[in-house]
């Protein structure tokens, strides 16, 4: 009966969405979601489990996989990438940290990524709330860092980004398809 | 093709004259399953993406894509981070959302709110900054708060955190809306209107820059 409830109510909603003069946006097909560094940090953050303080926050559109070939043909080799869809990435930092040896003071940036088999170009930009890399601009760049890419065993359907622990900080995994990158970050 | 359509919408009219009898069974809500969420381990690191999931919005509208099409060079004004939950066939006001009851306006984390500049909420003076705006609804008007306790998940607010309210009426809408949705309604280059809508109601925050 739900099943059929569902479909006579998106069934309905088809055909009223005619008459409709305005309608409000739609959800996005690549939806954007959001990781933090400690891990679940609003969770903790209300259960008062938190035991350091937030690092890190990334905001990017999740795209999907849907049976094509991603890496050389939906996002092309040497260029530059919004790493997402929709809305370039954006990466804040609560503190100041370092990549790639260089320091990144506490702020907001755009993480964009130039993509290959092999190894990945890391960019962090200072222009912030714009749509993909389409008015990229090198000269806003706080740095550029190369990161090993390296294959999965599972083939990851929605492009995922999370933080790990590592012995010298926290690393941004960037994993889609069947290729994943460790950004190190350095607290 | 006529003949199909109308072979479609017959059952769909005859389902849905039976259907209230239903509507009150089942109310294993998305907003209600988080309220004992653990921090488990993932099976996956690579997880789904979220079912009430998030979106942004921009004042100017669709700000990103102004600037990428070189249509504004001046900063934004405003921005809103908030997940997106879904009717599902649930009564929303006096339902799942409880009248007279915090609610984070949205799923998931706190709906977000950054004022790029100062601002003027609903008559009352906003410093420029970053906070969380969660509402209190009753069936005629809404009061939103605002807060300062940011980067927190959404089922619990720090009422110590309060910074200001605004009580604003709210309006009925001819269709309900199955997506949560927060837009601006624009009123001038620095003014504007967040709506909120849900359901079959809607709710007007002006805000001007």
Not at chain 2, 68 to 82: A, C, E
Request: aromatic fraction near 12%.
């Amino acid at each position: 009966m739900r099943k059929t409830s569902i479909l006579v109510c998106l069934l309905i909603s088809f055909f009223f969405s005619f008459s409709q003069t305005t309608r409000p946006p739609e959800v996005d097909k690549s939806p954007m979601d959001v990781s933090y560094y400690p891990n679940n940090y609003p969770i903790l953050k209300i259960q008062n489990k938190a035991t350091e303080p937030l690092v890190v926050r990334i905001l990017y559109s999740r795209p999907q996989k849907q049976g094509r070939k991603v890496f050389g043909e939906l996002v092309e080799f040497g260029k530059v990438w919004r790493l997402g869809a929709n809305e370039a990435t954006e990466i804040e930092f609560y503190k100041d940290v370092k990549i790639g040896g260089k320091k990144v003071p506490k702020g907001r940036y755009t993480l964009y990524g130039i993509v290959s088999e092999n190894v990945w170009t890391m960019i962090i930009n200072k222009d912030t709330d714009t749509w993909g890399a389409f008015k990229y601009d090198s000269k806003k760049d706080v740095l550029r860092t190369d990161v090993p890419a390296q294959k999965t065993d599972e083939v990851v359907e929605s492009m995922s980004m999370f933080f790990e622990k590592t012995a010298n900080g926290i690393s941004l995994i960037i994993a889609w398809e069947q290729l994943k990158v460790a950004l190190p970050i350095t607290l | 093709m006529k003949k199909i359509l109308l072979a479609a919408l017959l059952p769909v009219l005859f389902f849905s004259c039976t259907e209230p009898e239903n509507k009150t069974a089942g109310n294993d809500t998305p907003a209600k399953a988080d309220a004992t969420v653990k921090v488990l381990p993932p099976v996956s690191n690579y997880t789904n993406p979220d079912r009430s999931p998030m979106d942004i919005v921009y004042f100017p509208t669709d700000y990103p894509l102004l600037k990428m099409t070189g249509k504004t060079t001046t900063p934004p004004l405003m921005r809103v981070i908030y997940s997106r939950p879904q009717k599902q066939g649930r009564q929303i006001f006096g339902g799942l959302v409880q009248y007279n009851m915090p609610w984070r306006l949205g799923a998931n984390e706190s709906t977000e709110i950054e004022l790029f500049s100062a601002a003027t909420v609903a008559g009352k003076p906003v410093k420029p900054g970053r906070y969380i705006l969660y509402c209190i609804p009753q069936e005629t008007k809404w009061t939103f708060v605002l807060n300062s306790n940011l980067y927190s998940w959404g089922l619990e607010q720090n009422r110590q955190k309060d910074l200001m309210q605004f009580e604003v009426p709210v309006e009925k809408t001819n269709l309900a809306i199955e997506y949560f949705t927060i837009a601006c309604e624009k009123k001038s280059e620095k003014s504007t209107a967040l709506v909120f809508l849900w359901d079959d109601v809607k709710a007007k925050l002006p805000v001007s820059f």
